[in-house]
């Protein structure tokens, strides 16, 4: 059964949030600090973490920013109303989705669902196509990482997902729409800071001249192509 941990100081919330998710056969445990969610992390394993910003001691960000130095899980984060700036800088650091405060509890089922399925679908498909290879770039869909000529790394599930779909279509220019739709698993919305905060993230991670890239190219007005001569 897959389980994930809840990081919230709001013990109401987090004792709802179990409640919610066990009914749909989703097993959680929940902690009230970032020191503590860390500490979890270490002593089991967890299919998904969702993670408010705002918290006593270490606060979302530094939280996250943590985990992502050890896991590559899905996170999802929790920002408040109308604060962009916090979507964007979790986005940035690497977490794989955001929901509001308040939010509807079956919204948010629906999008840890869909995070797990995601993230457990593209580690199934690794079994049929082990690796790909490009100039300078080797994707590792076994273990989930990238080789570039700054040695090999994981990526977080939105960054791997992202770009192994991409990498897939080497050559087709893909919509927004398409690739949100693929790699979120939802319908779209016309909100392009989810993609534009993985890609920006990406470039940084593969590319040798971030602003001038060589895999991932944007094709303006339109979305994105993976480049079909490497």
């Given amino acids: 059964m897959n389980k994930i941990l809840i990081i919230d100081d709001d013990r109401e919330l987090c004792a709802l949030i179990k409640r ?21 992390l270490k002593e089991q394993e967890y299919q998904l973490v969702v993670l408010d910003v705002m918290m006593p001691g270490i606060d979302g960000f530094e ?62 498909q690794a079994g049929a196509m082990q690796k790909l290879d490009f100039d300078g770039l080797q994707i590792d869909l076994e273990n989930r990482s990238v080789t570039t000529e700054n040695g090999t790394f994981e990526l977080p599930p939105k ?38 905060a993985i890609i920006s993230r990406l470039r940084k991670k593969l590319e040798v001249n971030p602003s001038s890239p060589k895999y991932i190219q944007t094709v303006k007005g339109i979305g994105y192509r993976f480049n079909k001569e490497v």
Avoid at 26 to 32: G, H, L, T, Y
């Fill in 20 to 40: 919610s998710v066990q009914s749909e056969h989703i097993e959680a445990d929940f902690c009230n600090t970032g020191k503590e969610g860390l500490q979890k």
């Fill in 63 to 124: 939280t996250l920013e943590e985990i992502r130095k050890e896991n590559s899980l899905p996170i999802l984060m929790f920002t408040s109303k109308n604060d962009s700036a916090s979507k964007v800088r979790g986005l940035r650091a690497g977490a794989d989705d955001y929901l509001t405060k308040p939010f509807d509890m079956d919204e948010l089922i629906a999008r840890i669902a869909s995070l797990i399925r995601r993230y457990t679908r593209f580690n199934q």
């Fill in 159 to 196: 960054e791997f997902d992202l770009l192994l779909y991409c990498a897939k279509h080497q050559g087709k220019i893909l919509t927004k729409q398409q690739i949100y739709e693929e790699v979120w698993g939802e319908e779209y919305f016309y909100d392009d800071s989810n993609i534009m």
